[in-house]
C-alpha cells in the first residue's frame, strides 16, 4: 500500500509540478525578453521623434509668405 501511495500519487505530484516550475520560467523568460524588445524598440523610436522635433519659430505662416510676395 505504501509502495502504490509513493508511485501513484507522491511521484506523479512531484513531477508534474517540476513540469509546471519549468514552463513558468520559460513563459516568464520569454515575457521579459519581449518587453526588453519591445523598450528596446520604444527608445529608438523616441530618440528619433526627439530629433524631428522643429521650434515653432521656424515655420513662417501662410500670411507671411503672401505680404513677403506683395499679394494681399
Known sequence: MLY???FDFIIPIFTTTKQVK???NEMQQKMQE???NFQKN???SFSKT???KV???DYI???EVKDVKGEK
Do not use: A, G
Open 4 to 6: 502504490k501511495l509513493v
Open 22 to 24: 519549468q514552463k513558468m
Open 34 to 36: 519581449q518587453q526588453n
Open 42 to 44: 520604444n527608445s529608438q
Open 50 to 52: 526627439e530629433e524631428k
Open 55 to 57: 521650434d515653432k519659430e
Open 61 to 63: 505662416d501662410y500670411e
